[in-house]
């Protein structure tokens, strides 16, 4: 049961007038065509497909591109973010110690003239101690004085003889 086997060269039904080989030629042209044509279709649909894995290819790079642009952007925000924290927080610090050396510098400054007025107010009282001090020593010397003043007066009014026989009163 065998099928019954083509013969490859053209009958005469299928030729008409026309010379068998050309008959064959058109049959091959035509079949020849049909594989272009299925050929192009084919190759058509491969650039397709091949356009088309690009495409999806190149989307999915630009959005890679994009997602890493956007991370980039990101880290940059983040960056700044942190870097103006940073330079907030180091302004605050350096105001703070500003701060602090001034205070320490106003104390200082008051406890020197604290100490200053102290020594001032010692030297002071020295001195007046020292005023006092002679004044009691004058006031003594000149309570003496007078003690001895009595003394005095009396032995300069006493008469003093002279030879002229008149009485000298001693000025001293």
Do not use: Y
Not at 7 to 23: N, Y
Not at 70 to 78: D, G, P, S, T, Y
Not at 145 to 155: D, I, L, N, S
Request: charged letters at 45%; aromatic letters at 2%.
């Amino acid at each position: 049961m065998s099928a019954p086997t083509q013969s490859t060269t053209p009958t005469a039904s299928t030729t008409g007038s026309r010379d068998w080989t050309r008959a064959r030629s058109e049959e091959l042209w035509a079949l020849t065509d049909d594989e272009d044509g299925v050929a192009n279709v084919k190759r058509a649909e491969k650039r397709k497909r091949k356009q088309a894995k690009a495409e999806v290819e190149e989307r999915a790079c630009q959005e890679c591109e994009e997602a890493a642009r956007q991370v980039r952007k990101e880290v940059e925000r983040k960056a700044r973010a942190e870097a103006e924290q940073r330079a907030h927080a180091e302004a605050e610090w350096r105001a703070k110690e500003e701060a602090e050396k001034r205070a320490r510098e106003d104390f200082a400054k008051l406890q020197a003239e604290r100490q200053r007025i102290t020594e001032e107010k010692a030297r002071l009282m020295v001195e007046d101690k020292r005023k006092a001090e002679a004044e009691r020593w004058v006031e003594v010397a000149a309570g003496k004085q007078k003690a001895g003043e009595p003394a005095k007066k009396r032995a300069r009014e006493e008469p003093v003889a002279s030879s002229s026989g008149a009485q000298a009163v001693d000025l001293r």
